[in-house]
């Protein structure tokens, strides 16, 4: 069924990396921060965030890709999280 997919389009805060994907909708954040860091060969001592840029909202890596989250064709950012005091 196609509503239990979503396409949409992953890129780097830095914009170097870029993929159009369709995934489950009961797929998690997590799995998509993990998956993306591995096949992209990100630093795995950085922890990430997916903001969805087209609804300006940072998912929480508990979060589905439910349609409340996420829609058609928007755009998410994998994002280093921001570890503020950090030295």
């Given at each position: 069924m196609a509503e239990d997919k979503v396409?949409?389009?992953?890129v780097t805060l830095d914009r170097t990396r870029r993929a159009s994907i369709t995934l489950p909708r009961s797929m998690y954040v997590s799995d998509i921060?993990?998956?993306?860091?591995?096949?992209w060969?990100?630093?795995h001592t950085t922890d990430y965030q997916v903001c969805n840029t087209s609804s300006n909202r940072?998912?929480?890596?508990s979060d589905s890709l439910n349609a409340h989250n996420v829609?058609?064709?928007?755009?998410?950012?994998l994002q280093p999280f921001a570890a503020h005091g950090a030295e």
């Open positions: 396409s949409v389009v992953l921060i993990k998956a993306s860091t591995k096949r060969y990100l630093a940072v998912l929480l890596a829609s058609e064709g928007d755009i998410l950012m």
